[in-house]
């Protein structure tokens, strides 16, 4: 049983914030994930959830099609992404499946980045309010056990009590 309430701490939201900060620069946006912050399905699988990140893929089954949108997206501010070491090249998955990643404009990303700390923030805050309405609940359920405990052995007191009046009035009745 938790007992601490939990209060709203600014260097815990930057961790998370930065965090975030560090998992969106390697995400590829569109890319669908189990959501494990989520209950199960029915049939026990995660939800899923579509990623935001500073990475898009490129698909294209020619090669045409492929530097087309390539060059499109470099001249809207788009460039070639390596990966972290610089070991992602540009590859073809099968017979005319051309694949790609690009790293979104800055300015974009700094867009993304307000709307993922926005939602970090609303799901700390949300977190933290759960939190404290289980504590909540959890020392109303205490306090009630503990005046229902307190209530019964104030009843076993009075039974007892009565019980010892009735016996002395029964001896002096008798006369033991």
């Keep these: 049983m938790t007992t601490a309430i939990r209060k709203f701490d600014k260097a815990e ?8 900060k560090e998992q969106y620069a390697t995400d590829i946006s569109g890319a ?10 029915k049939d ?34 788009y460039t070639r992404y390596n990966g972290p070491n610089g070991m992602i090249p540009e590859f073809v998955e099968g017979i005319g499946n051309f694949k790609g990643f ?12 307000k709307a993922v700390f926005a939602q ?17 609940a959890d020392m109303i359920e205490q ?13 076993v007191r009075k039974a007892a009590a009565q019980r010892q009046a009735i016996e002395e009035e029964v001896a002096a009745a ?3």
């Excluded at 500073?54 to 997206?73: P, Q, V």
């Excluded at 923030?121 to 309010?129: N, R, T, V």
């Excluded at 306090?143 to 009843?155: G, H, M």
């Design 120 to 136: 970090i923030e609303e799901e700390y805050k949300a977190e933290i309010d759960r939190h404290n309405q289980k504590v909540k």
């Design 102 to 113: 690009m790293t979104k404009p800055e300015s974009m990303q700094k867009e993304e980045l």
């Design 174 to 176: 008798v006369g033991f």
């Design 13 to 20: 939201l930057k961790a998370r914030q930065d965090f975030a």
């Design 143 to 155: 306090l009630v056990a503990d005046k229902q405990r307190e209530e019964a052995a104030e009843a």
């Design 44 to 77: 026990r699988s995660y939800p899923q959830r579509v990623m935001l990140g500073a990475i898009i893929a490129i698909h294209e089954f020619d090669l045409y099609s492929y530097m087309n949108k390539f060059t499109a997206l470099q001249a809207e501010g």
């Design 32 to 41: 669908r994930v189990d959501d494990l912050s989520k209950p199960l399905n």
